[in-house]
T-cell receptor
Framework: TQLLEQSPQFLSIQEGENLTVYCNSS?????LQWYRQEPGEGPVLLVT?????EVKKLKRLTFQFGDARKDSSLHITAAQPGDTGLYLC??????????FGPGTRLSVLP | NAGVMQNPRHLVRRRGQEARLRCSPM?????VYWYRQLPEEGLKFMVY????????ESGMPKERFSAEFPKEGPSILRIQQVVRGDSAAYFC?????????????????FGEGSRLTVL
């Protein structure tokens, strides 16, 4: 059974601070995705990382895929209240199965 | 709006009744996934379907739960004889056709979910 772990589980920070959240697994995935979910809504895809060692930047968000394609990190620079939400990572096995981590619940206080 | 459409958004049932949740995938997507989410928890995979085929139902309870994706019409997740423990948000996601065995991968596009409350 493939499992994804995410840390920290909860994170509360002040506006303007930087943060990093982690997604780890003992399994190799064909790609890994990050989603953000707001209360009462469905998850929304932020990024897909495919190549080991890949780094992708999306404005203030930086995503990294581990060399062995088992882990990933999400770094947010100068967090804003609008970044508040549940951040989910998901491992993809060529579309046959998407396994989700339990999520990191981020709260950015003004 | 070409997004994933789920209905109903909210459904209340009494114990023992049936719940039917519907999902229309994005236009052009032939793969549908159903996930369940309990409050303050992540997404738990239930079932993966293509048109007229169940590809993987390993996450779905063996009893009372069933899913289908007919040739015409939406995908349906059916829960018979609901119990209080079935109360949750049920999310549907769709994905385009993939090239298996290559470095390409799928991406999930989620609906807004159906929230089932069992009294």
């Amino acid at each position: 059974t493939q499992l994804l772990e995410q840390s920290p589980q909860f994170l509360s920070i002040q506006e303007g601070e930087n943060l990093t959240v982690y997604c780890n697994s003992s399994s190799v995935f064909s790609s890994l995705q990050w989603y953000r979910q707001e209360p009462g809504e469905g998850p929304v895809l932020l990024v897909t990382v495919v190549t080991g060692g890949e780094v992708k930047k999306l404005k203030r968000l930086t995503f990294q895929f581990g060399d062995a394609r088992k882990d990933s990190s999400l770094h947010i620079t100068a967090a804003q209240p609008g970044d508040t939400g549940l951040y989910l990572c998901a491992g993809d096995n060529y579309g046959q199965n998407f396994v989700f981590g339990p999520g990191t619940r981020l709260s950015v206080l003004p | 709006n070409a997004g994933v459409m789920q209905n109903p958004r909210h459904l209340v049932r009494r114990r023992g009744q049936e719940a039917r949740l519907r999902c229309s995938p994005m236009k052009g997507h032939s793969h549908v996934y159903w996930y369940r989410q309990l409050p303050e928890e992540g997404l738990k995979f239930m079932v993966y379907l293509q048109k007229e085929n169940i590809i993987d139902e390993s996450g779905m309870p063996k009893e009372r739960f069933s899913a289908e994706f007919p040739k015409e019409g939406p995908s349906i997740l059916r829960i018979q004889q609901v119990v209080r423990g079935d109360s949750a948000a049920y999310f549907c996601a769709s994905s385009p056709i993939l090239n298996f065995g290559t470095s390409l991968s799928g991406e999930l596009f989620f609906g807004e979910g159906s929230r089932l409350t069992v009294l």
